[in-house]
């Protein structure tokens, strides 16, 4: 979530953000999968749309304390719609290769090798 929020408030380039969100995702998307013996893929796609869901829950919270005297909430689509869109296709390709990394590092070895 971390990086979704570095990634939609930041003012540095669109190019500097995805690489800091991408790796982020990255890592995530490797840990979600080894966390489990199977199913890597899904386990990493989970931790992107946990990710993301968290952002969406920061905003409509921030939205209620805006209603109630707070500072202004962040948009939940920052930087416009094709940057956004741009932002979380990436964040989901770096969670799967993650997830794909953890999963070819982490294959049983075959029985009867030495």
């Known amino acids: 979530m971390g990086a979704i929020g570095l990634m939609t408030g ?16 990255a890592v995530g998307g490797f840990l979600a999968g080894v966390r489990t013996i199977d199913r890597r893929a899904a386990h990493a796609v989970a931790s992107w749309g946990v990710g993301h869901a968290l952002w969406v829950v920061f905003v409509l919270l921030a939205a209620i ?6 500072p202004n909430p ?41």
């Not at 304390?65 to 707070?70: E, F, I, R």
Request: glycine residues 12%; proline residues 5%; aromatic residues 6%.
């Open 10 to 25: 930041s003012r540095a380039e669109l190019a500097s953000r995805l690489v800091i969100t991408c790796a982020a995702f």
């Open 65 to 70: 304390a805006d209603g109630l005297g707070g």
């Open 74 to 114: 962040p948009s939940l689509v920052p930087h416009g719609a094709t940057d956004t869109f741009i932002a979380v296709a990436a964040a989901l390709a770096a969670a799967l290769t993650g997830g794909w990394v953890a999963n070819s590092w982490l294959r049983p070895g075959r029985q009867g090798r030495r």
